[in-house]
């Protein structure tokens, strides 16, 4: 298996993975939703709500605030040596005190761990008007994504590598000239960058005398993360976790 980046931005990172199966691919997807833990809002208390909105509805909006994540300061509650009872190993405890008129952000949450604060300080909670009052007490957890799809640390999809085969008859000036991202090369086209590649593509490609085939065996990989962890970070927290169930998955086998 050989990886290959394509394309990096903040918010998409696309890979090209080769010679590999579509169940390890598969495997990796289902991983990064399911069992790369991060933190969020599990717990709230209000001491003041004045706000429009009720506590239960601004608690539902609490829990979904992507916040960055600290993987070596905090343990899953279920597997810190408190047992789950909650201390400073698996909880954080973050405030919030706001008085209207404003708008309040996910930025205006104070947290106690400068390393665990909300990932994206632009996201609303809620409207306060003049002289209304919210304040509440928040409590964050590790957690993951097959408890709570909050806890997921993105979102990861592929698609098969397509082959693009010309005919003789094949028109690439119109489709050059019909997509950006198709360029002439020898009497085919050429995918300009993998990551663009949609179906829009695939058609004008069927309509012009190109078929378009997909590979078994390599995958384009892209991951979309909300903002709690970098994205090196969640393949490499995915693969270890990968790692550690074949491992156990070994042991009970003997
Ligand atoms: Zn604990």
Request: proline share 5%; net charge neutral; aromatic share 6%.
């Amino acid at each position: 298996m050989q990886l290959k980046l394509l394309n990096k931005k903040e918010d998409k990172v696309t890979f090209l993975i080769t010679d590999t199966e579509a169940y390890i691919v598969n495997a990796l997807r289902r991983m990064i939703i399911e069992e790369v833990p991060t933190m969020a809002i599990e717990e709230v208390t209000f001491s003041k709500n004045q706000s429009a909105l009720y506590d239960e509805i601004i608690a539902h909006r609490l829990g979904l605030i992507p916040l960055t994540t600290d993987l070596k300061s905090y343990n899953l509650p279920s597997e810190c040596k408190c047992k789950g009872k909650g201390c400073a190993q698996c909880q954080l405890k973050l405030i919030l005190e706001a008085k209207g008129p404003c708008t309040v952000y996910a930025e205006n949450i104070k947290s106690k761990d400068p390393k665990v604060k909300p990932a994206q300080p632009n996201m609303p909670i809620t409207k306060l008007l003049k002289g209304q009052v919210l304040e509440f007490e928040a409590i964050a957890v590790l957690g993951q994504g097959k408890d709570h799809t909050k806890f997921s640390p993105g979102l990861p999809y592929y698609k098969s590598l397509p082959i693009l085969t010309a005919s003789s008859s094949a028109n690439t000036k119109k489709i050059t000239e019909s997509s950006d991202n198709l360029v002439a090369k020898g009497k085919g086209v050429e995918i300009k960058d993998l990551s663009k590649w949609d179906e829009s593509q695939e058609q004008l490609c069927e309509d012009n005398g190109i078929t378009v085939e997909y590979s078994d065996t390599d995958y384009i990989f892209t991951i979309e993360p909300w903002g709690q962890l970098d994205v090196d970070k969640i393949i490499a927290t995915a693969v270890d976790i990968f790692n550690k169930k074949l491992k156990e998955f070994e042991k009970k086998l003997k």
